[in-house]
């Protein structure tokens, strides 16, 4: 019986520690797909430039290089907005690690008072059956004397 009360506590402190992970991986997941696009677009620009270099170069063309420097614009702009996500990703991550580590010496809290309720509980156990054992040699005792 007093499993129970911990039992529950603990399931849904454990539902809440999976759930936390979870968000943990997706955050992650989202991180890691930011981050590659980042790159990507990061390589796009260099690209760009090495072009606008060449061009500078050979034969400037106007034109092509408002073209290029718009797009790299664009792109950086696209960058830091990235970036902003990123950031604001692995804020979120770290409050949720907070919230786990909370969450996690909840867990171990209940975990000891669920010991300790059993131990309690084992030894009114124990105390009960004791008093039924006396209740039982005092009767025994009682009806031995008053047979004789």
Known sequence: M?????EKLLKIKEDLIKQHMLEI???????????K?????EKENSSRRKKIDVIIQEEP???MLLFLSDNIEKTELEIKHIINIIEALKNERKEIVEKLKVL?????????????????YIKEE???????LDEIASIKAYSSRTDG
Request: net charge positive.
């Open 2 to 6: 007093f499993v129970f009360k911990f």
């Open 61 to 63: 063309n106007k034109n």
């Open 25 to 35: 991986a997706n955050i992650d997941a989202v991180i890691k797909q930011k981050s």
């Open 126 to 132: 124990s105390q009960k059956e004791m008093r039924f």
């Open 37 to 41: 696009l980042k790159m990507e677009l």
């Open 104 to 120: 996690n010496i909840e867990k171990k809290k209940l975990e000891k008072l669920k010991e300790k309720e059993y131990e309690r």
